[in-house]
């Protein structure tokens, strides 16, 4: 192993609401705290130049929207081939033993499988050798290959991002249900967002004026 793993629960918030009403997608100088499509899509590309165990990393908190340390908690067991899902434990529950699963891509769990045959390991292990705090700065270094800066490069912004393109597409209790909240309330925050992804709904709506 690269370096010892570092696990605590420290980092677990003990209280499974959140305070909707102070919670913002954006700073208090107006900064969005959520990567936006195009971010997106480069932030994917950009994992496709780094070292394996990596890219695995940041895929499965793009096509997830799962917390960082949801991902890194991850074992072998948690990657179930024949429902094609991973699953989480929630972290930002009252109580342990939560969990939820989410469906990724095929391409995805494939190299997933084959990290996992590679590394030898027990159903039991853990997948990843690298501490919390280096997967942080794993996503950074993903986020600087991408040309991703602010507030929003960050493992959350990520969360954000896969949030506000979810629900656009997907019903808001689906993108509950992926996401792990605990109230609709807070996942209703996601359909408020102005940016890229209402425009491109809003286009859709300009669509019989571009025939006049």
């Not at 991703?148 to 990520?158: C, D, E, M």
Request: charged residues 30%.
């Amino acid at each position: 192993m690269s370096e010892n793993r570092q696990y605590s629960d420290s980092y677990i918030p003990k209280d499974s609401s959140m305070h909707t009403k102070d919670f913002s997608l954006y700073t208090t100088k107006g900064q969005r705290k959520y990567l936006n499509s195009d971010e997106r899509r480069r932030f994917l590309e950009a994992t496709k130049e780094v070292r394996q165990d990596k890219k695995l990393f940041c895929q499965l908190l793009y096509f997830t929207g799962a917390r960082i340390g949801e991902v890194h908690n991850l074992t072998s067991v948690s990657i179930d081939q024949s429902n094609k899902t991973v699953v989480f434990e929630t972290l930002k529950k009252r109580k342990k033993g939560v969990y939820r699963e989410i469906p990724i891509p095929a391409f995805l769990l494939d190299g997933l499988q084959a990290f996992i045959h590679g590394s030898g390991n027990g159903a039991d292990a853990r997948l990843w050798d690298f501490s919390l705090r280096t997967a942080s700065r794993y996503v950074k270094e993903v986020m600087h290959k991408a040309a991703i800066t602010g507030q929003q490069a960050s493992a959350k912004g990520l969360r954000h991002g896969f949030a506000v393109h979810a629900v656009s597409i997907a019903p808001i209790t689906l993108v509950k249900k992926w996401l792990g909240h605990a109230r609709l309330e807070t996942t209703e925050i996601y359909l408020g967002v102005i940016g890229v992804e209402e425009r491109e709904i809003a286009e859709k709506l300009w669509e019989d004026y571009a025939k006049i």
